[in-house]
């Protein structure tokens, strides 16, 4: 059974930076794209970053220029850089695999971002 598992959110202040990790275990197969996604306090989850199993990335118009997603296969390790952090980017992170035909996702339990002025 695969499983994400988020780690380093934390308390930043704006302009700063953290980098989020997502490990993930039980040897996925098939995977299509890799990604984060984010959910604010009573609003609904948003879709962040999507990282495609050929290399390519497409990140939200709200995060693009600041945030990097990247990939180590040796490790089995998904992170998201953030830059430039702004209060809006206050949310709990969640990373997710998209596995298969059937496009079946997996999610990690999330890891809180808080950034303050």
């Known amino acids: 059974q695969v499983q994400l598992v988020e780690s380093g959110g934390g308390l930043v202040q704006a302009g700063g930076t953290l980098r989020l990790s997502c490990e993930v275990s039980?040897?996925?197969?098939?995977?299509?794209?890799m990604g984060w996604y984010r959910q604010a306090p009573g609003m609904q989850r948003e879709w962040v970053v999507t990282y495609y199993d050929w290399g390519a990335a497409n990140y939200a118009d709200s995060v693009k220029g600041r945030f990097t997603i990247s990939r180590d296969n040796a490790k089995n390790t998904l992170y998201l850089q953030m830059n430039s952090l702004k209060l809006e980017d206050t949310a709990v992170y969640y990373c997710y695999i998209d596995q298969g035909i059937m496009r079946s996702h997996s999610w990690g339990q999330g890891t809180q971002v808080t950034v303050y002025s």
């Open positions: 039980g040897s996925p197969r098939d995977i299509n794209a």
